[in-house]
C-alpha cells in the first residue's frame, strides 16, 4: 500500500488489496505487530485473507470471520481473546480513520501503545 496508497496484490487470494482499509498488513503496523522499518518488506493481503487476525475484530461495520481450526478464539483462553479482541478491533477503528488524517507522517498511524511501543525500541 505504501506505494502512493496504490494497492497491492494479496498474498492469499492474488485480489487487488484496493486501499489501506482492506490492508491486513496496516491493519498488523497500526496494532504494533510490524515494525515500520519492515513495512515495506512484507506481503500484503486482505484482512479478511488473514481469518486468524480478521476473526478479533469485533464492530457493526465487519462482517464476523469465523475460524474453525486449532487458531479458532472459541478454543483460546477467554482473557486473552478479551484483550486480542480490544486491542485489533481499536486497531480496526483506527485504520478506518487513517484515510480522513490528511498529510501525516506514516509513523502516526499507530495505535498509541504501538507508538509507545516504537519508541522504547529506538532507546
Known sequence: MAKCDEGYLCSVCGGDVENITQSD??????????DPELLHAQPEKHIRCNPTLAQF????????????????????DPEHVKERE?????????????????????????L????????????
Open 25 to 34: 498488513l496496516y491493519l498488523r503496523f497500526v496494532i504494533g505487530m510490524v
Open 57 to 76: 475484530i469485533v464492530a457493526e461495520d465487519f462482517e464476523p470471520v469465523i475460524v474453525d481450526d486449532d487458531f479458532a478464539k472459541s478454543k483460546l
Open 86 to 110: 480490544d486491542l485489533v478491533s481499536r486497531g480496526w477503528a483506527r485504520l478506518k480513520e487513517i484515510p480522513s488524517l490528511g498529510e501525516v507522517s506514516i509513523l502516526e498511524f499507530p
Open 112 to 123: 498509541p501503545e504501538a507508538i509507545e511501543k516504537m519508541k522504547s525500541r529506538e532507546s
